[in-house]
């Protein structure tokens, strides 16, 4: 267990010394420490007087007007969300040291903090309850299969488990100072995001806990935050974007009175807390905590506040890196350059010394030697933008290993970042990306630039052996990715290789310059190789000639004179004697590290690539390999045999193809290398493995070359880089080029230099997400996974940036459980009674089944009353049987064994339930007329249940309602406006027939041409958008609900040095088709616009469906109603003239 330090004696020390300061000028009291920046959930004590604070990790305790603050606890676990108790005598907070997110109370007067919760899944802290008796607390249990927080009244002592205070979710909650009304809040999107307007924006309610009643305080849609109650019950601060901006105001319960009281215009406050008071409000603006007096129009102060040299955290790490993210060889394969930690290191493969080439806070990526080996080519983010570079070593008669000093030198300076360079077959020229995906082309030297091709998607690249041709990858504007030819100097327009609508890429040419390889999906969702020889007469060689080129390549490869059948052994002069070889020279011996010179030799004449382009895209060839999908291809060096990853026969691993015979694929080896290339020095891969550089041998075999180096890094830089680097992201892939209307470089100043002082990964992290809050956009998110960067391992304890120590051997820890049936919460025992049981849990299987209304007397021998704490019975290992004693509904008693399982597993059984609740709903309000569905998400698995259940659900049914509330996205619009938009152009009947119908197998999907409605919420989001956004459109059906977010783009995501860091990256935007407007920040409205009230959904009162049924029914009558053909045969068909 780890350790507890007394937390009161820390805060006496902050207490106590308040007075003192108040005498002295703070700052020079004593040694200020560092200065303490992106503090979190500020609490003040009942005087306002003393401050206490989440930040690095723990709680903290200052004065209210600034200074040294002490550190609270001490744990090595994170501690947080402080809250003094009415009395001011203790502290709550909650800690992650012994189990997850539990409730602890330390005493001002001295003495040891006391955990006062015990149920596994963990506890957020709202606050104490007005009395002192207790704290409000909210959990997440088996309320509901979404949102399933609760707030509970946590009582001290109190002989009964904490209750529900009402059954739905909620945030935020403020008890009124007579603990009868509850402030809370409903909705809401990420704190950092700036001027949303929408149905998912933070609304403000307000509960009476004795009439039971709920009142929405929240008059528009711009969100409203963090209420806090004056001393006088009657009136509340709220934080509201009502203006465009936040800010804080207080405003009257009885409505009318409102009075701004700050005046912000970009950011406004966050996390305020309220004295009791109400004398002085704190709260966090930008990145610093602030204070103000509520009377008299207070202006709010930033609060200086000082760590007093708490933190033992160096600003330098040391770093041990045994790990590298690319690596590159030189020819002979005897020296290696990788990145690792950010740089670039050489060295040769059997000392296995690194010597540091580059040594910026800067990442360098994309490493590359020359083909002559006298230079690196690296991408580099010194100076702040991307661009290409140029490394040397000063002495080149050194090995690079050897060698000590290396210069630099820039061959591309713009804004635009450059990346992926790589040289043509030649070495004379270097291709390169720049921007988004422009193909551009220079000598090397770096001279003579020009862009060889426009696009926004980033090419997949290949060149001809003879560096005339080159065949790319790339997407139209139809998201369409198929093969182009074109040659370099530009002299003919791009011939389509593959003409498919479906997806072609990874094209590679064959070193013998003969053929083109590259994947593509077009049978369902497989993805195959394709072939062609470039040149006609290839294609139409004979097997003969190729049996008969193969035989003249073995007997080029024969010795000299072997048709002789002398061996030869030298020339022999006339009369048989041997002529006796001339003596080698002898080589000067060279000093040592230095290179010897090369004698280069020879290249053989390159032989110009002859490409026959008329009908070549009708001679591909395709070799499919049943159930597997192929890619990572790679040619060998006589381009006769194709490697790729593939999994065939349900093995994994890297296989090859032979030409011209193809046959079997034969498995090279189960572990291929990353960033593999397929070399001619031995005829073998060098690449990366496990994060080694590594070479794979014919025999399938791995050689690595481990190595450890040594760095020194300043935080502070390396924080800015990530930082950087997820900026220019944003600034050059973000789906608007406008930027949300922001002067993006502007937005870098602001917060960059925040970046640059942030402590650890965290506080880089909500830096990285105010940044991106500027956008107002969906689907954003800037997350920091450190490990040494660049691919690096850190070991340095303790510092931002290094990994945990390697794990102990595995344990377990004890876990609250879950029976499977939920408890009648009323129920005054003894025992507890039960309330229902969860259809798929332990209490639903037939060797353990429970029954609503059963009594459970016992838990492990354990009698129950009314007050029992289930945590209590129900914490221990996770995998144990547990005995309970039942009595049934007829009073008899019995023995029921079961494994408990978990309330995330219950919940997940809960949407069952929930499904079930409404399609009963339906068919009841309907008289059996609808049909009722919900998609969960916009995947597969859920289409798949989807087209299932339009068949089960619908049968029979005269119309369909469609629920895409609580859908979070996905991909599956389209193909769930294919089953239900099918054109219809015909009816078929059999003999015998009676109906009018149409064969079901000729169509795409199972399909539904009836009448439908459509249910949505503001839960429904991105491609759960477009769906009922394409309804509207097409006039398919009507929407009931609530508008949705107005949260639409397609998304991926842009990695962050070399790992250490992630920017989710919206790059496509959609817009609606009779309008031409953005989906996002423009949600589908619904014809019917139904808000459900607290509480309606887990009682099982529904409106939204309630509405759906209301005006389907009357579409159905409508549909019901049209006029239809006769089906008439030939035969009766009458006669004319």
């Not at 470089?745 to 105010?770: I, P």
């Not at 609808?930 to 995947?939: F, T």
């Not at 795409?1004 to 009836?1010: G, R």
Request: proline content about 6%; charged content about 30%.
């Amino acid at each position: 267990m780890p350790s507890r330090a007394p937390l009161s004696l820390f805060l006496l020390s902050a207490l106590s010394t308040s007075t003192a300061l108040l005498a002295q000028d703070a700052p020079e009291a004593a040694a200020r420490g560092r200065a303490i920046r992106l503090a979190a959930a500020p609490a003040l004590s009942p005087d306002g007087q003393t401050l206490a604070f989440e930040w690095m990790g723990d709680v903290w305790t200052a004065p209210i007007w600034g200074g040294v603050a002490k550190r609270a606890t001490t744990s090595s676990d994170r501690d947080g969300s402080p809250a003094f108790s009415p009395s001011g005598t203790e502290l709550a907070y909650i800690s992650d040291a012994e189990d997850r997110a539990q409730a602890w109370i330390a005493p001002l007067a001295g003495g040891p903090a006391r955990r006062v919760t015990k149920h596994t899944d963990g506890y957020g802290l709202e606050e104490w309850l007005p009395q002192g008796n207790g704290l409000l607390l909210s959990a997440a249990r088996d309320a509901f299969w979404r949102d399933a927080e609760r707030f509970e009244l946590f009582e001290l002592g109190a002989k009964t488990p904490a209750k529900p205070l009402f059954d739905d979710a909620g945030s935020w909650g403020r008890l009124s100072p007579d603990g009868k009304r509850l402030l809370f809040t409903r909705e809401g999107e990420p704190k950092w995001r700036k001027q949303y307007h929408g149905s998912q924006a933070t609304q403000v309610w307000l509960y009476d806990l004795s009439a039971r009643r709920f009142e929405k305080l929240t008059k528009h849609e711009h969100g409203e935050r963090y209420p806090l109650w004056a001393p006088d019950g009657k009136h509340y601060y709220v934080v509201s974007q009502e203006d465009g901006c936040f800010n804080l105001y207080r405003r009257a319960l009885s409505g009318g009175e409102s009075t701004q009281l700050t005046r912000f215009t970009d950011d406004g406050p966050h996390d305020p807390a309220i004295s009791r008071d109400g004398g002085t409000i704190v709260f966090r603006h930008l990145f610093d905590l602030h204070r103000m007096n509520t009377a008299g129009g207070g202006v709010p102060t930033r609060l200086e506040l000082w760590d007093g040299g708490a933190v033992d955290l160096d600003d330098l790490e040391r770093l041990a890196l045994d790990s590298a993210s690319e690596a590159a060889f030189t020819s002979d394969l005897k020296q290696i350059a990788f990145l690792s930690g950010g740089d670039v290191w050489v060295m040769d493969t059997e000392l296995r010394e690194p010597v540091q080439v580059t040594r910026t806070a800067a990442e360098e990526r994309d490493l590359v030697f020359s083909p002559d080996d006298q230079a690196l080519l690296c991408v580099s983010d010194d100076g702040g933008q991307a661009d290409l570079w140029e490394i040397r070593r000063k002495d080149d008669k050194r090995w690079w290993w050897q060698s000590t000093e290396f210069t630099k030198k820039k061959l591309s300076d713009d804004a635009d970042a450059e990346s992926g360079p790589r040289f043509t077959p030649d070495g004379g020229s270097i291709a390169f990306v720049k921007g988004r995906g422009d193909l551009w082309l220079m000598a090397a030297d770096g001279t003579n630039q020009r862009r060889f091709l426009e696009s926004w998607d980033r090419p997949d690249y290949d060149f001809s052996p003879d560096g005339a041709w080159i065949v790319y990858a790339k997407q139209d504007d139809d998201f369409n990715s198929d093969v182009w030819l074109a040659k370099l100097d530009g002299s003919i327009p791009p011939f389509n290789l593959s003409r498919h609508p479906d997806n072609e890429g990874s094209p590679r040419w064959s070193p013998d310059g003969s053929k083109i390889a590259f994947t593509g999906r077009r049978y369902d969702q497989e993805v195959d190789l394709y072939w062609v020889y470039v040149k006609r007469t290839d294609e139409q060689k004979s097997e003969r000639d190729r049996k008969l080129e193969k035989a003249l390549e073995k007997m080029k490869e024969a010795p000299k004179g072997a048709g002789s059948g002398r061996g030869e052994r030298g020339s022999r002069r006339p009369g048989g004697e041997e002529k006796p070889e001339a003596p080698k020279e002898k080589e000067e011996p060279k000093a040592e590290g230095q290179e010897p010179e090369k004698k280069e030799p020879e290249k053989p004449k390159q032989e110009p690539v002859v490409v026959d382009l008329e009908d070549l895209h009708e001679r591909l060839r395709r070799v499919s390999i049943p159930n597997s999908s192929e890619g990572g291809l790679l040619w060998s060096p006589d381009g006769k045999t194709l490697a790729f990853q593939a999994t065939i026969e349900a093995k994994s691993g890297l296989y090859t193809l032979e030409w011209p015979e193809l046959g079997t694929p034969k498995l090279w080896a189960q572990q291929g290398l990353s960033r593999a290339r397929w070399v001619k020095e031995g005829n073998q891969l060098v690449g990366l493995s496990g994060g080694s550089p590594a070479t794979l041998g014919k025999d399938g075999k791995a050689t690595s070359y481990s190595f450890r180096a040594k760095m020194e890094r300043d935080r502070a830089a390396y924080f800015g880089e990530i930082f950087d680097q997820g900026w220019r992201a944003m600034r050059d892939g973000w789906y608007d080029a406008n930027l949300g209307n922001k002067d993006w470089n502007a937005v870098r100043a602001k917060y960059g230099a925040m970046a640059r002082l942030a402590l650890d990964g965290t506080q880089l992290a909500e830096v990285g997400n105010m940044m991106l809050g500027e956008l107002n956009g969906s689907h954003l998110g800037f997350s920091v996974m450190l490990g040494g960067g660049g691919g690096g391992r850190g070991r340095r304890g303790g510092a931002p940036g290094a990994p945990t120590s390697t794990p102990a051997e595995p344990t377990w820890r004890k876990t609250t459980g879950h029976l499977g049936a939920r408890f009648d919460a009323s129920f005054e025992g003894p025992g507890w009674r039960i309330r229902d049981v969860v259809k798929g849990t332990p209490a639903f299987q037939e060797k353990s089944r429970l029954h609503a209304g059963e009594i459970v007397l016992e838990i492990d021998g354990v009698k129950l009353k009314a007050e029992t704490d289930p945590a209590d019975v129900l914490t221990g290992d996770p995998e144990r049987e547990v005995h309970l004693k039942v009595k049934s509904l007829r009073g008899e008693e019995r023995e029921v064994v079961l494994r408990p399982t978990s309330n995330g597993a219950v919940r997940g059984l809960l949407y069952e339930q929930w499904m079930d609740t409404n399609r009963a709903l339906v068919d009841r309000l309907s008289g059996g007329r609808l049909g009722y569905l919900h998609i969960r998400g916009m995947d597969w698995p859920s289409f798949q249940r989807f087209e299932a259940e339009l068949y089960a659900v619908s049968y029979g049914k005269d119309g369909l309602i469609i629920d895409v509330r609580e859908n979070g996205g996905g991909s599956t619009a389209d193909h769930l406006l294919t089953a239900l938009t099918q054109p219809e152009h015909a009816y078929t009947r059999p003999r015998g027939g009676t109906g009018r119908g149409y064969p079901q197998d000729r169509r795409v999907y199972a399909t539904w041409s009836k009448p439908i409605a459509v249910l949505c919420n503001q839960n429904s989001f991105s491609n759960a958008e477009i769906f009922p956004h394409a309804i509207k459109t097409l006039g398919r059906g009507k929407i009931i609900g609530v508008p949705t977010a107005g949260g639409v783009v397609s998304t991926g995501a842009a990695m962050l040095y070399g790992g250490a860091g992630m920017v989710r990256m919206p790059f496509r935007g959609w817009f609606l088709w009779k309008d031409g407007e953005d989906m996002e920040l423009n949600g589908c409205v619904p014809d019917y616009i139904v808000w459900p009230e607290p509480t309606e959904w887990p009682r099982g009162i529904d409106k939204q469906v309630e509405k759906a049924v209301e005006v389907l029914r009357a579409e159905c009558d409508a549909w019901k109603a049209r006029p239809l053909p006769e089906l008439k045969k030939a035969t009766e068909r009458k006669k004319h003239g």
